[in-house]
């Protein structure tokens, strides 16, 4: 009895380049049967010639490129798949060097599980304390929004004064030119706000209350706030609820949120030289500070940025990435 060459030797023996899944389909028989049915001798499995329409037959080789792919175990780091093209191509492309036959190579799964680790542990302490700001945020904007709409209150009252029967009007009609000059004095004097001040001021604040700011106001904080990042020959700006520009050209006029808040949209830009109107997808990442982080321009006239804010770091994420912690302590002792 010859085997093959791919075999390992366990006690159960292993054919190179199949996953522990997958397994059970190359139990040694006197027949493969290829994934569409078609049946070869099973010694020709990992012959270097692909016989399968599929690839199937040849999971430790080349030769069923593109339609192949290889399996590293990995041990301790764990498993995933390949390109079968990557197969003794002379690179070390698995981590414990299971895809090579030709050259030596170094068992690094050690050093990658470690290093995976480490990201994961420092990406569980980043939203750990976004969390931790995120409360801090929401709590500082309840205040701040209601102190904005008992200052609307107050500025509404301003303008309303108690009503008068015909004959006060009369009399006081006398005197209307006379305060109007001292009323005029009297704001020149103290600085108080005219009445077209206490007007832009009401609007303001309407607009921001009725601006969607999160589902707990978390992102209160980014109103009226602008944020820059210089990228090649451009200074791009967002200034969150208003636009994105680059330079002076506007990339796009605040259109709403995505379901989840965690794009913002900005529709309506500068129009490109075929008419086209320039728009930008703002996508927050976790983050212990605001920045702009990344500017990329995917297609013609189409922008996405990439902005930090702890706004959207989440317990659930820490809650995942200690699972997977919990997953690469198990794969270590493997």
């Known amino acids: 009895l010859v085997i093959n060459s791919f075999y390992q030797a366990s006690s159960e023996r ?28 099973f010694s020709k499995i990992n012959d270097d010639y692909c016989d399968c329409s599929d690839g199937s037959d040849e999971p430790g080789t080349s030769a069923c490129s593109p339609l192949g792919k290889f399996y590293c175990q990995s041990r301790g780091y764990g498993g995933h798949y390949i390109p079968s093209s990557f197969v003794n191509d002379g690179v070390c492309d698995c981590c414990d060097g299971d895809d090579e036959r030709s050259v030596e190579c170094v068992d690094v799964c050690h050093d990658k599980w470690e290093k995976s680790r480490r990201q994961l542990e420092d990406d569980i302490h980043l939203h750990l304390d ?39 009007e009369k009399e006081e009609g006398v005197f209307d030119e006379f305060i109007f000059h001292l009323r005029y004095i009297y ?5 108080e706000p005219k009445q077209e001040d206490t007007k832009q001021k009401k609007e303001d604040i309407k607009k921001l209350i009725q601006t969607d700011l999160g589902q707990h106001n978390e992102f209160y904080h980014l109103y009226g706030a602008s944020y820059q990042k210089k990228h090649k020959q451009y200074t791009y700006k967002l200034t969150p609820f208003e636009s994105v520009k680059q330079d002076d050209t506007l990339l796009g006029k605040w259109d709403g ?56 770091c989440r317990q659930e994420t820490v809650e995942a990435l200690t699972r997977q912690v919990q997953q690469y302590d198990l794969l270590s002792l493997t």
Request: glycine share 6%.
């Open 14 to 41: 292993r054919i190179v380049g199949v996953s522990p899944e997958e397994s059970t389909l190359y139990r040694p028989t006197s027949e493969f049967q290829c994934r569409d049915g078609f049946k070869i001798a």
């Open 130 to 168: 976004g969390c931790e700001l995120k409360e801090k945020l929401i709590q500082s904007a309840t205040f701040a929004l209601e102190q904005k709409k008992n200052d609307l209150l107050s500025l509404e009252k301003q303008g309303t004064s108690p009503s008068k029967n015909q004959d006060e």
């Open 187 to 191: 704001t020149f004097l103290t600085g």
């Open 257 to 312: 949120w995505n379901e989840n808040y965690t794009i913002m949209k900005y529709n309506h830009g500068r129009s490109c030289w075929d008419g086209t109107e320039r728009q930008t997808s703002v996508y927050l990442i976790c983050g212990r500070s605001e920045e702009i982080l990344e500017i990329t321009e995917p297609s013609r006239c189409s922008y996405t940025m990439k902005f930090s804010t702890p706004v959207v």
